[in-house]
């Protein structure tokens, strides 16, 4: 190449050299890892680690009627707690047939726990809901005065029967008939709602329409015919929407206790003072430590793991609104009454602030499918080794 | 239409820059461990001829470069030039048991000369230099146990990243009272972020860790000023080759906004601003130059700054020193001559430089010496692409401490041309 080529083509070429050369020797550096860290008497930076122990400084229990929609529904009575069950199969789902008689009308509840005296009597009777209702708002105080007829339309009185019994309970034809009718403008076909008698002394809890087998539902099994002439047909109906309400009242009597009970909604609030801890600590680990009264706990055979769950509180509102992410709290293992419960989580907000406390509920697994209760001693137990504890260990920047 | 000639320089720098700047993005998380004290690591950018001639330059007078050692050397710019470098720098790390090699790639600066009155020596130059760097990556180690009726243990990791940096906004003006006299001035304004955090790692299970984050916004003016004497021929004839200048730049109080940000497995936290300051001591450099030839050059430059006069926020922190820095470097500039041969047309420079860093963790003072080379391409007309390597060593292993290994290479774009000029052609 003449030295005038290279003059042209020079700057260009060494332009690329320089980009070339720098981006392949940045690309030459090793990634800085914890493997290859160098150890340095430099002025890093450490954390100080602390670790404590506090005792609740205040508790309370709280009835707050939830919305169950499980998939068990509960009937019937045990001591002062009651269950109804409130169903309605859709009535899109029934034919228009204005003059067709209703020979019978069965509805078949298929058991699957019980609750309560396992000798005793189940004894229900049926009645015609006068409102709307939905299976994801209805509570205890919506299914009361003014929210079903009095007049029964059908009863049914049983013992206890094995756990998967099928009950079985005749509903008034009339009313069913009801269902056939073409609808209007002002349709009332809100369903009926079955209520525990007097004499009723145990719960039975049966599979809901949200049962993934058809034969575990609940069916409705309708005998219709003609009125002019002899055929019959055979028809049974298993969808539909349907819940349970529950309540318990004068659950709260001993004052060195805090009630979770399931099937209603009572549930414990519960504070702790963690205002020494400085902000912007890191909360290292906090554990909840209760101890379960095992007199006055009343648990089913059918709860297989009686865990609790712990949620942070938001506001001062009652009830409280409750942080959405959900701490599970279990018995300690090598302990008998011990319930440990993680709430990191918890404690790490209230450092930031502000501190509205804990709130403690039955776990989710159970606390909308059956009536029990666990009870857990509060900061005003007699012996303050029963009292709640929180062990938190937290660092900070040095 | 505008010449051949003066686009492509400017096509060049705008792609040149450019890369600089991707560089920066694309470059690994490198740097010093030593950037955690004090503002970290601080940076000289006298330029890419300065840096291949031993980071020299107050004594000299370049009309082809824009000289950042020194405002009073601006007066020999005749022509508007824009100067902006990219910054390699490598450090072989070794604390004696272990090694690793972290680089990255920076901006490095960038600076627009334009002369309003060449006569004069009336130039006016403003644009961006760095002035300090944090880049530091390690991790540390803790244990907390209580041993008792309920044993707890909890180990850690800490892990330290510092990252940031101090940039130096320029606007500064030369002149020429007499022929060989010249004296400069620039407003600085520094700025930037420096960021340091710790993230605590747990290393059993059950634990939670977090990250501390300490943001400081940091900004405030100082202002230098230069003289230079290009040539002592006035006093008598044998000294003719010489010039001297000298450079003070005053203490700088930098106004710093604080805060601490946490960020925990669950929710992230901010503490509120704290408004504090840092005292930056002034500095001073003197440097000699002499013109041996028509192309051969050699300079030699002293800088200082008594950091032991810093003020973070009364007191002055511990593991830093007064600093200096000597160099002596020489050039052998490329013929001007259009019918040269290319390779003669090259600029060769190199250089040695010591420097007493401002660092000294534990009463252990860390210095560094480097020697550094140099090449100047003439790209088209008084166009010139300059590289600048340098090699050199800070520090020891000797009290648990770090030696560097530095690999540095600086890329500067140096681009001219006549403004206000009305070319016939055009």
Known sequence: MTDRGRRKTMPAFLSACAIVMALAAAGCSEEPTELNALTASLPHGDVVVRDTVITATGSSTYRQFEVMDGAINLLGKTGNYTALTAMNFYPSLFPARDTALIHSARLKLRCITWHGDSTGTFAFSVHRILKVWSQTTLIWDSAQTGFYESASQGSSLTGAGPDTQVVTVSLDTAFVREWFMTPTSTDTRYGFVLVPDPSCTIVRGFTAFDSDSTHLQPQLEIIAGSPTGPSRDTATYYQGIDTFVGNIDNLTTDPQLLYLHAGVGYRASMQFDVSFIPRGAVVNSAELLLQRDPVTSRVSKFTADTAIVAQTIYTSAQPPVLDIVTQDGRRKAGTAFTFSTDVRRSVQLWVHGPNYGLALRPSLEFEFVAPDLLTFYNERASDPLRRPMLKIIYSTPL | ?426
């Open chain 2, 1 to 426: 239409m505008l010449k051949r000639q003066r686009v492509l320089p400017f096509l060049t720098a705008v792609l040149g820059l450019s890369a600089a700047w991707f560089g920066t993005a694309v470059a690994g998380s490198g740097g010093s461990a030593y950037s955690i004290l004090g503002i970290g690591d601080i940076r000289y950018a006298p330029g890419s001829r300065g840096a291949g001639m031993g980071y020299t330059g107050i004594g000299l007078a370049p009309s082809l470069y824009i000289n950042a050692a020194s405002p009073a050397s601006w007066f020999r710019i005749d022509r508007t030039r824009l100067e902006g470098a990219a910054l390699y720098e490598g450090f072989n790390s070794t604390d004696g048991a272990r090694s690793r090699y972290l680089a990255r790639l920076d901006f490095h600066g960038a600076l627009l000369a334009i002369p309003i009155s060449p006569s004069d020596g009336l130039v006016l130059v403003g644009g961006f230099l760095p002035y300090s760097q944090v880049g530091y990556d390690t991790y540390t180690t803790g244990l907390y146990s209580r041993v008792g009726t309920d044993t707890v243990t909890m180990g850690y990791r800490l892990h330290h990243i510092g990252s940031g940096g101090i940039t130096r906004a320029v606007l500064g003006a030369s002149c020429a009272p007499a022929q060989a006299f010249s004296v400069g001035a620039s407003l600085n304004y520094m700025f930037g972020t420096l960021s340091r955090s710790s993230e605590q790692i747990p290393v059993q299970s059950g634990f939670s860790g977090g990250t501390f984050t300490s943001n400081q916004s940091i900004s405030g003016l100082n202002f230098t000023t230069g003289v230079l004497v290009s040539t002592l021929g006035g006093i008598t004839e044998s000294l003719r080759p010489l010039s001297l200048g000298a450079v003070v730049t005053t203490r700088a109080n930098l106004h710093t906004i604080d805060d601490v940000t946490y960020d925990y497995t669950f929710e992230r936290d901010t503490s509120a601003a704290q408004y504090k300051r840092i005292g930056v001591p002034f500095s001073f450099g003197v440097g000699i130059g002499y013109q041996a030839s028509e192309r051969w050059t050699i300079a030699v430059d002293y800088t200082a700054q008594p950091w032991s006069e810093s003020d973070f926020e009364g007191a002055t922190p511990a593991g830093i020193r007064d600093s200096y820095r000597i160099g002596i470097g020489a050039e052998r500039a490329g013929s001007r001559e259009s019918v040269a041969p290319w390779l003669d047309r090259l600029s060769y420079r190199l250089g040695f430089t010591f420097h007493q860093t401002y660092f000294n963790p534990g009463g252990h003072p860390v210095d560094e010496w480097a020697v550094t080379a140099g090449m100047a391409f003439p790209l088209s007309g008084e166009s010139r692409l300059n590289v600048a390597a340098e090699y050199g060593s800070r520090g020891a292993t000797e009290g648990g401490l770090i030696r560097d290994r530095i690999f540095r290479m600086t890329f500067s774009l140096n681009i001219s041309d006549l403004w206000f000029v009305r070319y016939e052609e055009d």
